[in-house]
């Protein structure tokens, strides 16, 4: 492991995510307006969606709206590089997941630890594939990898 060059990740942002919100809103409204209660329904999911759209989407997976580039070494450590200039020295922990085009990496600053969402398809093909081979194979102390069925 000792020669391979640090993967250069880009974190995704909320605005990634504003596409599968809609849709969930979507069905969430086609149910409300089939079920046998559609008046009580459908204004409790247009609250759900203004809430929800207004505040934090996802934030347990904690998507932002700067730009956040993670470069991770073989090693198991992490710089966190903002678009504000912030540079933040961390380490991989906790548990991972990963599937062909979505990772969730948790990320220890401290006592705290964060979990990011990469998505395949704003990566080259060549760190993403690393990213998933690095986390499969183990290499990371205190890591804990899950690969999802396609």
């Not at 997941?97 to 998505?119: D, E, H, K, M, P």
Request: hydrophobic residues 45%; glycine residues 6%.
């Amino acid at each position: 492991m000792e020669n391979n060059p640090p993967l250069k990740l880009r974190v995704s942002r909320r605005e990634d995510f504003a596409g599968l919100f809609y849709l969930l809103v979507s069905f969430c409204l086609a149910a409300a307006l089939f079920s046998s209660h559609p008046a009580i329904l459908v204004p409790l999911v247009m609250a759900f969606a203004l809430v929800m759209g207004n505040t934090h989407l996802l934030s347990f997976l904690r998507p932002t709206d700067q730009d956040l580039t993670l470069i991770i070494f073989s090693q198991g450590q992490v710089r966190v590089f903002s678009e504000t200039g912030q540079d933040i020295s961390a380490t991989l922990a906790g548990h991972h997941w990963c599937t062909q085009r979505v990772a969730v990496i948790g990320v220890r600053t401290g006592s705290r630890i964060n979990r990011f969402v990469l998505l395949a398809r704003q990566q080259d093909d060549d760190s993403f594939r690393r990213l998933r081979g690095w986390l499969k194979a183990g290499y990371f102390q205190g890591s804990v990898y899950t690969d999802v069925a396609r």
